[in-house]
């Protein structure tokens, strides 16, 4: 099975927009077992589009075009399609009422143009859009499925789960002689992609049917294991004994498996105990408060966050003593760990979680330079301490912070460990 993607839009090409349609693409048919072949991006011109389609769908036998499906004149999509098929396109009546009626129950003015929606390639399908308004087409060209989905990372993303995903399902299904995959992604964090492939590289050749992919994804590592077996049964057995090899090499580094995100693994892990947290956070400015509280259900664990970012909010709003931090600095492990004590102290959480640091791109000292962090848990006994200096950019440091304070919680919700 050989799938290829075709994303379209000038702004893809000029920076001002990021493609994350193809990317989600490609992790649904990984998880499937069989990875995007090739991805083209074009920019809003019509004979680039064409060539491309007749050259993709003689070559795939699954091809997914992202984008190009609105009411404008550079939406081309449509017409590439059909060009590329060799028919015309026709205007279905059904979709124009569909789309008057939709504009009217959102109380929008409709326009002529929204009538470029409704054309479909002769001999093709077209499928109503929950998400939005312009409508998905199936069709054939070539000897490829070709399916058009909207450029709009809700709509495509609703669309290709809700119908283009079950047809690729059916189509593999069908396949004679099928290689059968079986994928899974194992999540680390706090080694990096090179260092991460050093740790593994003798496993690829006592596991000759499975590929070991590397995906640095910051803050997190992704090791993809995919098997191959004539049944599935062969494949999904082959992925299991490599992941058993895997997993005691990364160690409590491994926070998660596929679709698991770090901050929900944290909040399950505080749930699964009982356990409560409260926070202090400096240079993160509440990031890792807003990364938990993105969690459905974190309400059950998490008890408040304080963002103190200035000296005087640490000692005036937690209590943290003057002296403390004329002494030490804001930005060292005794004031984090006063910070984190104070915070479970005053909301009575089984865990206190502070955070301090030099983000940059100004700021530091000789023995704590920009990019310097200090994370501390407490549970009222005894605080794990951990300090890393993140030689990045402003942004990363503190989403590398945030995310080293949520490991240390996951880590640590069963209880204290040194």
């Known amino acids: 099975m050989r799938i290829e993607v075709l994303c379209t839009g000038n702004e893809l ?8 349609n193809a990317a989600y693409l490609a992790d649904k048919t990984f998880a499937l077992g069989v990875p995007v072949t090739r991805k083209e991006t074009l920019p809003d011109e019509l004979p680039a589009l064409v060539g491309a389609l007749r050259t ?12 190009g499906l609105g009411p404008t004149t550079d939406d081309l999509t449509l017409e590439a399609a059909a060009l590329a098929a060799g028919v015309e396109l026709e205007t279905d009546p059904s979709i124009v009422e569909h789309l008057k009626a939709l504009f009217a ?26 998400f939005g308004t312009a409508p998905m087409v199936a069709l054939r060209i070539g000897r490829a499925d070709c399916f058009l989905l909207p450029g709009v990372p809700r709509e495509f993303r609703g669309l290709f789960d809700q119908e283009v ?24 964090f706090g080694i990096g992609e090179s260092l991460l492939g050093s740790a593994v590289a003798e496993l690829p050749a ?6 070991f992919g590397y995906r640095a994804h910051a803050p997190e590592t992704h090791l993809k294991l995919l098997a191959e077996g004539s049944i599935a049964e062969e494949a999904s057995a082959r992925l299991a004994a490599a992941e058993v090899d895997v997993r005691p090499i990364l160690g409590d580094r491994l926070f998660g498996f596929d679709k698991e995100e770090l901050p929900a693994i944290a909040v ?13 956070e400096s240079c993160t400015g509440g990031l890792c408060a807003s990364l938990i509280t993105s969690v459905p ?47 479970r102290e005053r909301a009575g959480s089984t865990f206190g979680v502070a955070i301090t640091g030099w983000a940059g791109p100004t700021g530091g000292t000789e023995a704590d330079p920009v990019g310097t962090i200090y994370v501390c848990l407490t549970d009222g006994r005894t605080a794990v301490e951990r300090r890393r ?30």
């Not at 090409?13 to 994350?20: H, N, Q, W």
């Not at 006592?206 to 590929?211: A, D, F, S």
């Not at 399950?268 to 202090?280: E, H, I």
């Open 206 to 211: 006592k596991h000759p049917h499975v590929y």
């Open 56 to 67: 993709m769908c003689e070559r795939a036998d699954f091809v997914v075009v992202s984008g």
């Open 105 to 130: 129950r959102r109380g929008f003015t409709y326009t002529p143009n929204n009538e470029r929606q409704a054309r479909v390639p002769r001999g093709g399908q077209a499928i109503l859009n929950p």
């Open 165 to 188: 995903l079950p047809r690729l399902e059916a189509k593999l299904a069908a396949e004679p002689r099928r290689v059968h995959r079986a994928a899974r992604t194992l999540k680390v």
């Open 297 to 343: 259900g974190a309400s059950e664990v998490f008890v408040s966050s304080a963002v103190v970012y200035q000296e005087k909010a640490k000692t005036q709003l937690l209590g943290v003593p003057t002296e403390l931090v004329a002494r030490e600095g804001a930005v060292s492990a005794p004031v984090t760990r006063a910070l984190a004590e104070a915070a």
């Open 13 to 20: 090409l000029d920076g001002s927009v990021l493609d994350t």
């Open 389 to 418: 200096v993140y030689r990045f950019d402003r942004e990363r440091v503190r989403l590398f912070a945030a995310y080293l304070a949520l490991d240390l919680l996951r880590l640590n919700a069963r209880g204290i460990q040194k």
């Open 268 to 280: 399950a892990a505080l749930k699964a105990t009982g356990g409560t947290v409260a926070m202090a």
